[in-house]
């Protein structure tokens, strides 16, 4: 996996949507990034987390979408 991820979920019950993004950032560092919101309005949020190594990414990003999954979310495939 040590090429750059982006999956994208969407709930389209509740009409929002989450997106993780898993790249190096322009120090070389690993970053995790998340973000968060409405599909009807410009409202939501993000947040990034470094990580140690590729392994730690796809256990990251594993989790969030079990996560996602169990919130009702669907992937969307981009």
């Known amino acids: ?3 750059p991820v982006s999956q994208l979920w ?3 019950l509740k009409r929002r949507y989450y997106r993780v993004q ?3 950032d322009l120090f070389g560092e ?3 990034v998340r973000s968060w919101g409405s599909l009807d309005t410009a409202r939501g949020n ?3 987390e470094l990580l140690h190594d590729w ?3 796809e256990r990251r990003v594993a ?3 079990k996560e996602r999954v169990r919130r009702g979310y669907r992937k969307v495939c981009e």
């Open 1 to 3: 996996m040590e090429q």
């Open 10 to 12: 969407k709930n389209p």
């Open 22 to 24: 898993v790249a190096p």
């Open 30 to 32: 690993l970053c995790l």
């Open 46 to 48: 993000c947040k990034v």
């Open 55 to 57: 392994r730690e990414a």
């Open 63 to 65: 989790r969030i979408a």
